[in-house]
């Protein structure tokens, strides 16, 4: 079965400091791994997905994440926290085969303090 | 191209009652997905539509229903209405599934008295 832990539902960072929201997950197979974030009153939008291709994924607004198999995880980063980034982020797995079923991790809510 | 659109975006119910929301995916779009998200339980998934047919289906119970008509656009039911489905209900839709990215809908708020 999957599952996605994300550790720590609160992070509070300062402007400009590093963003890290931590990622583990559980899949049988090789899993298609997504990060999405959502702004209050909205929905979901991804930040970027690993479908294999390349361990260290680009996403938009200088976000990456880097898919490590050996320790099941895959953390988001970004160098410079703005105050925009506050925000909820959703780490999720998938598996592509037999249908569509995606897992979410359970959120890690971002503050950024000024 | 349009977003995905979920109608209406706010319903107040009472208990017992039934309700149907809607989602119109992005066009070209064959898979949708229905998401129930609560503070207490996170992002749950209720089921995936490809091609008018289920192709996965969450944990809950059959008071919980869906459809997918000939033009991807999807509905989902919920019959005799409970305290507990209070909730954000958002819907999905991607390509075909699998490991293709999903847009995600605003989201109609649901709330049960």
């Known amino acids: 079965a999957q599952s996605v832990t994300q550790l720590g539902s609160h992070v509070s960072v300062s402007e400009g400091a590093l963003v890290l929201l931590r990622c583990n997950y559980s899949?049988?197979?090789?899993?298609?791994l997504f990060w999405y974030v959502q702004y209050p009153n909205q929905g979901l939008q991804l930040l970027l997905k690993?479908?294999?291709?390349?361990?260290l994924v680009k996403g938009i607004n200088d976000f990456e994440a880097e898919f490590k198999k050996s320790e099941t995880s895959f953390h988001l980063t970004k160098p410079s926290a703005h105050m925009s980034d506050a925000a909820e982020y959703f780490c999720?797995?998938?598996?592509?085969?037999?249908?569509?079923?995606?897992?979410f991790g359970a959120g890690t809510r971002l503050f950024v303090k000024a | 191209k349009a977003g995905v659109t979920q109608t209406p975006r706010y319903l107040i119910k009472t208990r017992g009652q039934q309700v149907t929301l809607s989602c119109s995916p992005i066009?070209?779009?064959?898979?949708v997905s229905w998401y129930q998200q609560t503070p207490g339980q996170g992002l749950q998934f209720l089921f995936e539509?490809?091609?008018?047919?289920?192709?996965n289906k969450g944990n809950f119970p059959g008071r919980f229903s869906g459809r997918q008509f000939s033009n991807s656009r999807s509905e989902m039911n919920v019959s005799t209405l409970e305290l507990g489905d209070s909730a954000l209900y958002l819907c999905?839709?991607?390509?075909?599934?699998?490991?293709?990215?999903?847009?995600f809908g605003p989201g109609t708020r649901l709330t049960v008295l």
């Open positions: 999905a839709s991607s390509c075909a599934g699998g490991g293709d990215e999903q847009f």
């Open positions: 899949s049988s197979v090789p899993p298609y």
């Open positions: 690993y479908t294999s291709a390349a361990t």
């Open positions: 999720a797995v998938t598996r592509g085969t037999g249908g569509f079923k995606t897992i």
């Open positions: 066009s070209g779009h064959r898979s």
């Open positions: 539509y490809f091609s008018e047919t289920q192709r």
